[in-house]
């Protein structure tokens, strides 16, 4: 499973610290690439002044290593400042590795005031500063880096990770784009890029981006996976399990994959078979939210809201800004009778997404329930007004059934619907 496992290991970091978190989707290759930029550096500038066992511990591959190796040259104080920079930017290379940023930044932070027009070195704060959440900062870092070398394609794929973090989608379009342009097969920009659109629902378009990474490696599982929520966000869902399950044959360990089918096959009513996929999923990554609120979802629908609501809150704690899943949790408290919690839950929804016309049209039912007539009312007009005609035109289609209603047809909300 070795090569399959490596294929997505990128694509599981860039959701876990997301791919917005700026970390690039190849990190271990990436990283390979700048120890060896600093040996060669280093080379140049010779290490009379230090032991060769350290210098080669420093500008090796191994993590432990090169830790050891660069302290010890940093400890002695002997090198020239170019030197020592690079033993710093090595150092903090690998503390990047092991996921310490803060002390990873103070180190490649030595580097530069050591050796302040070495680009490369800025380049690999910003990827601390990402992995750290400091997305403002790596902005910055990246930003030097493209003013002196606008031909960094890696620079700009990473540049792009962090404007879809800040939520500057055009930004992250126009990165993505330009990475492209350096290098047409550059399947982890296709892949961010897919998973960008996917992020906001862009579904035929992200379907295309993923395909473009799959023409460049077939066995990607992280683009057959993207493909697949794709192709299910579409309606695709035959052609979103085959999907999940490629990717599944390929890495029997993805957890997002198995969440993924789970999402699938709650769609076909499959619960018992949905349920057990998400199990599956959540027993390779505890932490993975879609599958706590998918598995949540499958629960409701079997009506054992109380478990569904348990799911929903571990979502919740994982990913405190996700809508979907208040709502989803509103609906179950709904169905156990806690309105006044249900309300909570929707108003939350609102408050993430102030365009959501589904939270206001829920919310209204509940207010509508308790008997709050105006607040009720006040909720739907603003689902009529963020869903425009065709929300209406189902709305007097409804009332029309109920026999509450006999106004026209047209979508315009007018004084008669409201007195229905």
Excluded at 205 to 218: G, Q
Excluded at 314 to 333: E, F, H, V
């Amino acid at each position: 499973m070795g090569e399959a496992c490596d294929n997505i290991r990128g694509h599981i970091l860039a959701d876990m610290y997301s791919r917005a978190a700026g970390k690039p989707v190849l990190m271990r290759a990436l990283m390979k690439q700048f120890i060896v930029a600093a040996v060669f550096m280093a080379a140049t500038a010779g290490f009379a002044n230090a032991l060769p066992g350290n210098w080669a511990k420093c500008t090796g591959s191994d993590t432990a290593q090169t830790i050891e190796g660069c302290s010890a040259i940093i400890k002695q104080g002997r090198e020239s400042p170019t030197n020592l920079s690079i033993a710093y930017n090595n150092r903090g290379n690998a503390l990047a590795h092991q996921e310490e940023f803060e002390s990873a930044i103070k180190n490649f932070s030595e580097a530069i005031r050591l050796n302040p027009k070495i680009r490369k070195i800025r380049y690999n704060r910003g990827k601390a500063y990402a992995g750290n959440g400091q997305n403002k900062l790596a902005l910055a870092d990246y930003d030097f880096v493209l003013k002196g070398s606008s031909d960094d394609a890696d620079a700009y794929l990473n540049r792009a990770n962090v404007h879809a973090d800040l939520k500057d989608v055009k930004a992250a379009i126009d990165d993505y784009n330009r990475a492209l342009e350096l290098r047409p097969n550059f399947a982890a920009a296709f892949y961010n890029k897919g998973r960008l659109k996917l992020e906001y629902n862009q579904f035929h378009r992200a379907t295309t981006d993923f395909e473009s990474a799959l023409n460049i490696n077939p066995s990607d599982a992280g683009a057959l996976n993207g493909r697949g929520r794709a192709r299910l966000g579409s309606g695709l869902i035959s052609s979103a399990i085959a999907d999940f399950e490629k990717a599944i044959k390929l890495a029997p360990e993805f957890a997002e994959a198995f969440a993924g089918r789970c999402a699938a096959l709650l769609r076909r009513g499959r619960i018992d078979d949905a349920i057990a996929d998400c199990n599956t999923a959540l027993g390779h990554a505890p932490d993975l939210a879609y599958a706590y609120r998918i598995r949540g979802q499958a629960l409701a629908e079997r009506g054992d809201h109380s478990s569904a609501i348990a799911d929903f809150d571990a979502a919740i704690k994982l990913r405190p800004a996700d809508a979907q899943t208040y709502k989803d949790r509103g609906q179950s408290n709904e169905k156990e009778g806690h309105l006044a919690k249900a309300v909570r839950d929707y108003s939350e929804a609102i408050r993430i997404n102030p365009k959501d016309k589904d939270a206001y049209n829920l919310r209204g039912r509940v207010y509508a329930k308790n008997g709050d007539v105006d607040l009720a009312l006040e909720n739907f007009e603003k689902r009529y007004e963020l869903g425009g005609r065709p929300v209406v035109m189902d709305a007097q289609s409804y009332l029309w059934d109920k026999g509450l209603y006999r106004g026209k047809i047209n979508g315009v909300y007018g004084d008669d619907m409201r007195q229905a």
